[in-house]
C-alpha cells in the first residue's frame, strides 16, 4: 500500500533555529506539494513540483523558507531561522498529472512544527 | 486571487440527521477536489469532479458540480459517528496555468451518537 512519508512527525525547535522537513512522494508521481495547515489560515499551498522542477512557490515565505527536490524520491522544506508564527503542521503530498490534468493527491501524515 | 468559499464552517448533528457542506469559488473551475480529514490525521481524497452539473455519489454521499462550475456540494445521508471530521473542497481555476489546487476553509462536522 503506496503511502507518502514525512519526517520526523514532530519537531519542537527554538526560534532562530533551522528546521528540515522532509518527505518521500509516492514512487511514480510527478508532482510533490507542500502545505501548512494552522487553525487561522487552514490548509495553504507552500510550493509545488513537477517533474523535480518547482512550478510555484509563490505561497512561500522567500527570506526564510526553500524547497528543494535533490532526488525523485526527496523533497525537503527548510525555514531558516524558524519563528514562532512558523509552528504549523506542514504536510506534504504527491500526485500524478497526466495529459496537464491533476488527479488525486495523496497526504503524507504531515510533520507538527512547534517553534518556542 | 481566486478565493473557494465553504459553508457552514462548523456543524453539530445527531447521528442519522443529514449534513450538506457547500463550496463557492469566485472563478469558474475546471474541476473540484473534495477530501477529508478526520482530527488528528491528514487530509484524504474522496472525490473529483470535472462535469458541469456532475453528480457522484458514494454509498451515502452524495457530491453535486454546479452548472457553472463555481460551485459544488457534498450531502451525507443519515450521518454515522464514522464521519466525524473535517471536509474540504479543492478547486482548480479553469483560466490560469496554475495546476495546483485551491482549498476551502473546511467544514467540520461533529456527530453526536
Known amino acids: 500500500d503506496a503511502r507518502v512519508t514525512q519526517t520526523p512527525r514532530h519537531k519542537v525547535t527554538e526560534m532562530g533555529q533551522e528546521v528540515t522537513m522532509r518527505c518521500q512522494p509516492i514512487?511514480?508521481?510527478?508532482?510533490v506539494f507542500w502545505y501548512r495547515q494552522t487553525m487561522m489560515q487552514g490548509l495553504e499551498l507552500l510550493a509545488y513540483?513537477?517533474?523535480?522542477?518547482?512550478?510555484?512557490d509563490s505561497g512561500m515565505p522567500k527570506d526564510r523558507f526553500s524547497a528543494e527536490m535533490p532526488d525523485a524520491t526527496l523533497a525537503t522544506l527548510k525555514i531558516q531561522p524558524s519563528e514562532p508564527r512558523d509552528s504549523a503542521v506542514y504536510f506534504c503530498a504527491s500526485g500524478l498529472v497526466l495529459s496537464g490534468e491533476l488527479y488525486e493527491q495523496y497526504f503524507g501524515p504531515g510533520t507538527r512544527l512547534t517553534v518556542t | 486571487g481566486q478565493q473557494v468559499m465553504q459553508i457552514p464552517q462548523y456543524q453539530h448533528v445527531q447521528e442519522g440527521e443529514d449534513f450538506t457542506t457547500y463550496c463557492n469559488s469566485s472563478t469558474t473551475l475546471s474541476n473540484i477536489q473534495w477530501y477529508k480529514q478526520r482530527p488528528g490525521g491528514h487530509p484524504v481524497f474522496l472525490i473529483q469532479l470535472v462535469k458541469s452539473g456532475e453528480v457522484k455519489k458514494q454509498k451515502r454521499l452524495t457530491f453535486q458540480f454546479g452548472e457553472a462550475k463555481k460551485n459544488s456540494s457534498l450531502h451525507i445521508t443519515a450521518t454515522q459517528t464514522t464521519d466525524v471530521g473535517t471536509y474540504f473542497c479543492?478547486?482548480?481555476?479553469?483560466?490560469?496555468?496554475?495546476?495546483?489546487?485551491?482549498f476551502g476553509s473546511g467544514t467540520r462536522l461533529q456527530v453526536q451518537p
Open positions: 479543492a478547486g482548480r481555476p479553469m483560466d490560469t496555468g496554475r495546476r495546483a489546487l485551491t
Open positions: 514512487l511514480g508521481h510527478n508532482t
Open positions: 513540483f513537477r517533474n523535480r522542477a518547482p512550478l510555484d
